[in-house]
């Protein structure tokens, strides 16, 4: 709300500019009232083209650029020198005009760190996808190498892996075959080794598979 004044500023501009000065609550109110009323329409001008892409509306925007100059016009009266209600005027519209230029920057560099990002991460997940698909396709080739190998061998080394990757145990593997378990673990592992030795290509594989 706009607080009322006994006096005109502009009339009784030392009175006014001692009030603010002391800091008086009313004399303060009633400028930040006429600044904003004044700032609004040289603002608005000034963004008649403001990017409907933009992260911030429009009003938004101004809002920023309003408080930002109102709190630049303090700092500058703190240490300011000035003749007539006219240099405050000028002042805040110095202040307003900067801080707009200032603003359209921030707003630039947003906006082109959000398109970044955006395409940023689109290469990532489109490179992540294409490695995903190149390593599930190396991955099948392996192990289709692995099989074709795996049928190379003799059916009961065959059947000896076989049972033993499907979760049985050496024990029970061993029984059958009439062998000890160690003895079955050692044959196991020639087995393996000689799979490894045919399918030399899916070595890391294997390692992780048998090891």
């Known amino acids: 709300m706009n607080a009322r004044l006994a006096y005109i500023p502009d009339k009784e501009f030392d009175r006014f500019l001692s009030a603010l000065g002391q800091k008086e609550a009313r004399e303060w109110n009633w400028l930040i009232a006429r600044f904003r009323k004044s700032l609004v329409p040289?603002?608005?001008k000034r963004t008649q083209m403001y990017p409907s892409s933009a992260l911030l509306s429009r009003d938004q925007f101004l809002e920023e650029v309003i408080e930002e100059t109102l709190l630049k016009?303090?700092?500058i009266f703190?240490?300011?020198?000035?003749e007539n209600y006219g240099n405050l005027e000028a002042a805040v519209i110095t202040t307003a005009s900067f801080k707009l230029k200032e603003g359209f920057a921030r707003l630039r560099?947003?906006?082109r760190?959000?398109?970044m990002e955006g395409d940023a991460l689109s290469v990532m997940r489109e490179r992540m996808n294409t490695a995903r698909e190149k390593a599930e396709a190396e991955e099948a080739e392996k192990i289709s190498e692995i099989q074709e190998k795996l049928?190379?061998?003799n059916h009961e080394d065959k059947?000896?892996?076989?049972?033993?990757?499907?979760g049985e145990e050496l024990q029970d593997i061993a029984d059958d075959l009439e062998i000890s378990p160690a003895a079955c673990r050692k044959r196991k592992q020639r087995i393996i080794t000689r799979l490894k030795s045919l399918v030399f290509k899916a070595f890391t594989l294997l390692a992780i598979l048998f090891l």
Do not use: A, P, V
């Not at 703190?78 to 000035?82: D, I, K, L, P, W």
């Not at 059947?159 to 499907?166: A, G, H, I, P, V």
């Open 42 to 44: 040289f603002l608005r």
């Open 73 to 75: 016009f303090y700092q």
């Open 78 to 82: 703190e240490t300011g020198s000035f």
């Open 109 to 111: 560099k947003e906006q």
């Open 113 to 115: 760190m959000y398109f």
């Open 151 to 153: 049928e190379e061998l």
């Open 159 to 166: 059947n000896l892996l076989l049972r033993y990757f499907s």
